[in-house]
């Protein structure tokens, strides 16, 4: 990869990554990727009345890896759990004004992260319920 | 958009063409523009010139000037040597598997041009590495058949810069009466090369590394050794590279190699002194730092370093901003998605060689340069592992 492949809207957030760190008390945490490849994603998501009101991220991974992981977050906060399970591979690489072909499916991983977080929160509040807490 | 402060630590990759070597080409290109192969004296002041470089490429290995071939390049160099060789040797021994040995850290010119030639029934031994690249010499003589008819192992590693011990494989297969080949196209300038003492049979050379112009390199060919041409034509360079010589760029080549004979202990001395002391700088400014290759033997301009919790495509990019070109192993710079052959062969895991990172020096690299890297790398390394997830202080 060169600097040149990516959009200015990858570099940028690259390099001014949003909603980096993570949530110690989160409600759901989705981890996605695997390090062999060179990609994992944490995402840390905060809920209150099937709204996300906070979310954090954590990336090892290149420049599109860090790029998305900020983009979704930026996409998600203040949705609803139902509406940020919408959001896919595509709307995170369009609202990066595109990716590099190369990267579409090993660095595009932060929806899935995402959705693996809100499904953990569900998972959680079906536990919570069962015990009757 | 030219950046003036930009700090180049790739010349592993290419290096600028020297003011010397552009100068002495000029000429070439709108003076001098004969085919080297015309009767006119057009064509006899280009077959002079092209003489008078083969002299100068042949002095630096200490090579008789009919041993050389010029070719467009390491990658040709390299398919010359290899596919010359086994097609030449191919019915001698057939139906027995014509054998050849190589190792697993070659450059792709060679790694490829050898998988390819086992498509077409050649069998292939890749020698495995030891942890800090050197071949291991036991196994070569033990995977030494009947058959075995070409040895071709790398002078230096153009990753990780460690340097092979070519002397004791060039015994080895003078022993054995097996051709010899090196690729030394990362170690012409950088340390003495005598192909009469290293005992090597063929000797890669290329243009672009050595401050020469891309596209222009060499093939040193031992008087007595026979090659089956892979460019057919109108039999240029003793039948063995079809095709008008590039006078320019030949020309270029061959002042690089005189340059490179001229400067080498000067070169050896500034280059190696600020490469020490970058490693230092670096190994003790960044916890978890590691360097790759072997402590010594490895090319005076090479820094192989794996940082723990980063990937390198990402390290390149704020470098990148920073002022710094450098390169890595990491799969996720590469078209294949695979992490480099060469660190998987010196037995890092793949997240390890994910996290490498390559800087080259060369001759007009500045202590303020490394300097600034010292104190910039550092950063850059602790920005992403903020960022990754495993990171754990």
Request: aromatic share 6%; with cysteine.
């Amino acid at each position: 990869m060169s600097a040149g492949m990516y959009s200015e809207k990858v570099i940028e957030h690259f390099r001014n990554p949003r909603n980096m760190g993570e949530i110690k008390d989160a409600d759901g945490v989705g981890t996605v990727g695997n390090p062999i490849c060179g990609d994992q994603m944490t995402i840390y998501i905060k809920v209150k009345n099937d709204r996300i009101v906070d979310i954090k991220f954590k990336t090892f991974g290149c420049a599109a890896a860090i790029a998305t992981s900020s983009m979704i977050t930026e996409l998600a906060k203040g949705k609803t759990l139902e509406e940020a399970m919408k959001i896919t591979r595509k709307d995170v690489a369009d609202e990066l004004d595109g990716l590099p072909p190369i990267k579409m499916h090993c660095s595009n991983l932060a929806a899935d992260a995402l959705h693996a977080a809100i499904k953990d929160y569900w998972e959680k509040q079906k536990k919570r319920k069962k015990s009757g807490k | 958009m030219i950046d003036l402060r930009r700090i180049y630590l790739d010349h592993a990759a290419t290096t600028p063409v020297d003011r010397e070597v552009l100068l002495e080409m000029l000429p070439y290109f709108t003076r001098f523009y004969g085919n080297a192969s015309s009767l006119h004296s057009d064509g006899g002041v280009a077959h002079e010139a092209l003489e008078k470089a083969r002299e100068k490429v042949a002095e630096v290995i200490n090579a008789e000037p009919d041993e050389i071939i010029f070719t467009s390049g390491g990658t040709e160099s390299d398919n010359l040597a290899i596919k010359g060789i086994a097609y030449k040797n191919k019915d001698k021994i057939k139906g027995k598997g014509p054998h050849i040995i190589t190792s697993s850290i070659e450059h792709p010119a060679v790694l490829e041009t050898c998988k390819f030639l086992e498509k077409e029934g050649f069998k292939v031994k890749y020698l495995p590495v030891d942890r800090d690249g050197i071949v291991k010499l036991d196994i070569l003589e033990k995977s030494i058949t009947k058959n075995t008819f070409l040895i071709s192992i790398m002078a230096a590693n153009n990753e990780i810069g460690t340097i092979q011990p070519v002397e004791e494989i060039g015994k080895i297969a003078k022993d054995y009466d097996i051709i010899f080949h090196t690729d030394a196209v990362q170690t012409i300038g950088k340390m003495p090369m005598d192909v009469k003492k290293i005992n090597v049979d063929m000797l890669s050379i290329s243009g672009h590394k050595i401050y020469a112009p891309k596209g222009v390199g060499a093939l040193y060919v031992k008087r007595g050794v026979t090659l089956q041409p892979i460019l057919n034509g109108g039999g240029h360079e003793r039948k063995l590279r079809s095709g008008t010589e590039n006078i320019p760029g030949i020309v270029g080549l061959g002042k690089a190699c005189e340059l490179a004979k001229k400067r080498m202990s000067k070169d050896i001395q500034h280059i190696k002194n600020l490469r020490d002391k970058l490693i230092k700088g670096i190994l003790e400014n960044i916890e978890k730092s590691y360097l790759n290759g072997h402590p010594e033997k490895r090319l005076i301009n090479n820094a192989h370093f794996r940082f723990t919790a980063i990937e390198g495509e990402s390290l390149i990019m704020d470098l990148d901003e920073k002022g710094i070109a450098a390169s890595t192993g990491s799969a996720c710079s590469s078209k294949k998605l695979q992490p480099s052959h060469v660190l998987l062969a010196i037995g890092l895991t793949p997240v390890e060689a994910h996290g490498s990172l390559r800087l080259t020096l060369g001759r007009k690299n500045t202590k303020n340069e490394i300097d600034y890297v010292i104190e910039t790398l550092p950063k850059v390394v602790n920005r992403l592992r903020e960022i990754s997830p495993l990171w754990k202080k």
